[in-house]
């Protein structure tokens, strides 16, 4: 097809999609789009259909089982001996021994909305991925920008032996050294008791997540308009914390992450774990021996 005929048709398309689903405005500095989260937390996976995307397949030289799974991981790859000659591998059993916080020892700076993400199923994983340093946390005078959240069912980390139905990874990046990761745990725990459930402002950017993911494997969408402001205040409600240096829990397991995983849950419905599981059947690394200096 010539360029011009292609630009034309494209230029057809864009508009016929402007017009059915106008892009809301873009938040600027600490605007509030209350209205736009509610409606897209609401959505069905049904409305997010017309913007499904191809995305790149991800790798698949690993697994969650048999001769591909966790155990094995190493022997898979050159690239991946480090998942069982690493001293400071994640995930691990968090117990008393752990450094703990009783504040959350860093700083949030979330906006309330992301204008735009990707929502993905990835296989193994679904994720989001946000706009570049949109979101950022601090500590210890230093920033990492949130680069993706994605969970794993059930919960990597085990808290004094104890696992949780899910748990959400929240991967910060510094941007003056793109190797210097932060990954903020929070667990999800299932609960039917209506008392125990936060409020909807807490939920929304879950809901949403949920909502959006795309039922096939290797799929994207982008959503627009996603509620991230309860996510902080989720965090900063869910002490104390565990701190410590560990890894990457898929290969390449490559170490020096700093960890911070809060101790309280966010309780959530069975149909939310359900819904999880349906992506994931099963994709939690077995705990692992983490030699303290």
């Keep these: 097809m ?3 005929a292609t630009l034309a048709l494209a230029g057809a398309i864009l508009a016929s999609l402007a017009s059915a689903h106008p892009t809301p405005r873009a938040p600027s500095g600490h605007d509030h789009i209350h209205a736009n989260c509610l409606a897209s937390a609401l959505m069905s996976r049904d409305d997010y259909a017309h913007l499904l995307r191809k995305r790149a ?22 690239n991946y001996t480090t998942c069982a000659m690493g001293t400071k591998q994640s995930p691990i ?49 230093v920033s990492y920008s949130l680069v993706q959240f994605h969970v794993h069912a059930p919960s990597e980390h085990h808290v004094m032996s104890n696992q949780f139905d899910a748990e959400v990874h929240f991967v910060h990046r510094n941007p003056a050294d793109p190797a210097a990761l932060h990954v903020v745990g929070l667990f999800l725990s299932r609960s039917t008791a209506a008392a ?8 929304s950017w879950l809901d949403t997540f949920l909502a959006a993911v795309p039922a096939a494997p290797g799929e994207m ?15 900063e409600m869910s002490g104390p914390y565990w ?43 077995f705990t692992q021996k983490n030699v303290k200096p």
């Design 196 to 203: 125990n459930a936060p409020g909807k402002s807490m939920i």
């Design 221 to 235: 969408v982008k959503v627009p308009n996603f509620p991230i402001g309860g996510v902080p205040a989720l965090l």
């Design 243 to 285: 701190q410590y240096e560990g890894s990457l829990t898929t290969p390449p397991c490559s170490e020096g992450v700093r960890w911070v995983v809060a101790n309280a849950p966010l309780t959530v419905s069975g149909s939310t774990i359900s819904g999880l599981h349906s992506f994931m059947p099963f994709n939690a690394r």
């Design 2 to 4: 010539h360029l011009v």
């Design 57 to 78: 397949a991800p790798v698949t030289d690993w697994s969650y089982e048999g001769a591909t799974g966790p155990a094995f991981w190493s022997t898979i790859n050159p």
């Design 93 to 141: 059993n968090l117990t008393p021994a752990e450094t703990m916080s009783a504040a959350a020892p860093l700083t949030f700076m979330y906006p309330q909305t992301f204008a735009e993400v990707e929502v993905a199923n990835l296989g193994r994983t679904v994720e989001v991925v946000v706009p570049a340093e949109t979101a950022f946390i601090m500590r210890d005078g």
